[in-house]
């Protein structure tokens, strides 16, 4: 993969929409889960010791948990795959694979290049289609399949938990998020600047991750305001193989139209339009870099995922008001935090309900730590040592072991 960045980053982009500086990335990214588990491949142990009241000896055994299924995105087509794949395969167990339809080139040349690595046929089975409805709900009823992974939308999650709690199929998964983003009074404003252009703008803010809320103190809004707001209309929409474009086109129009009602939507109810970005001219699914200030917690914008280039910002003055704002969602995938102070921050990033915190940093992704939420955005983690732990089952045996 890392010899051919530059074709699969290109694909990305074709396929995906992405400014190309955001594939390249991408496609880094998800080398190095095959790099990681295949480190972990070696590590999966068993383990053999006496019974604590004697007699007789334990034997733990680690064995692969059989045929898994996979069902990816269209946001990270390279990255959201290899997740999933490399800790399959350094388990032990086959896959079945079926790519977004919108991004399903992708996952083929990842296909053929493992294919090319020396992966024996049969291991890696990648199933474009779509009629993903019918497709899934054949392979969960199949009592073959032991091990389903889905990254996708909370509402289509909980359809496929029930349709898997039929056959009791081992699960894990990533679903929607809506992370606040919090700048404290002592933060470094220019760094926290800095922090919320790579949480909300990469991928375009088509990201699970990506900045969803932005709760400002209110000491330094007006800073934090300003300086963003600079930075969104300073970045270049257009299409994302053009040399200096940082925003490419979101991935279809029915996505343009969803971040436009949410916009319209906050605006209706109080929002301020503090900065909007500019677009090409002529045909393409664009949407302009936005900050909105202002806005209230009932507006749509602050309770929904809004998955494209869209910053709604709000204030706060007490850190008890701010802690009960930045929970009363649903979803607990990731959440971001800038202070000067250590304490301060720790203290926060505990009473977050989110399974992953970003403190003065607005990249969090690594494929060497445990990725995933709480509440309604998951099940399980992806990547990290606890990654390969959900394609392992653990059989224990109870050893007669004679001492005369």
Known sequence: ??????????????????????AVSEVGYAAEFFRWFAEEAVR???????????GFRHVVRRHPVGVTAFVTPWNFPAAMATRKIAPALAAGCPVLLKP??????????IAALLSEAGLPDGLLNVLPTDRAPEVVSAWLRDERVRKFSFTGSTA???TLLGQA???VVNVTMELGGNAPFIVCEDADVDAAVRGAMDAKMRGGGEVCIAANRFYVHE???AEFTEKFAAAMTAVRAGAGLEEGVTLGPMINRTAVESIRSLVDDAVARGAKVAARGSVPEGPGCYHPATVLVDVPEDARIMNEEVFGPVAPLATFADEDELVARANATVHGLASYIYSRDVGRALRLSERL????????????????????????SGLGREGGREGIEA?????????????D
């Open 353 to 376: 309900e989110t399974g992953m915190v970003g403190l003065n940093r607005g990249l969090l992704s690594d494929p060497a730590a445990p990725f995933g939420g709480v509440k309604q």
């Open 1 to 22: 993969m890392r010899e051919h960045t530059d074709t699969l980053a290109r694909l990305i982009v074709l396929e995906n929409g992405k400014a190309y500086r955001d």
């Open 219 to 221: 000491s330094v809004a």
């Open 391 to 403: 394609f392992l089952e653990t059989q224990y045996i109870a050893l007669d072991w004679p001492t």
């Open 100 to 109: 977004a339809p919108d991004t399903p080139f992708t996952a083929l040349a």
């Open 156 to 158: 289509t999650g909980r």
């Open 44 to 54: 999966i142990g068993s383990s053999f010791g006496d019974a604590p009241g004697g």
């Open 165 to 167: 709690a039929e056959n």
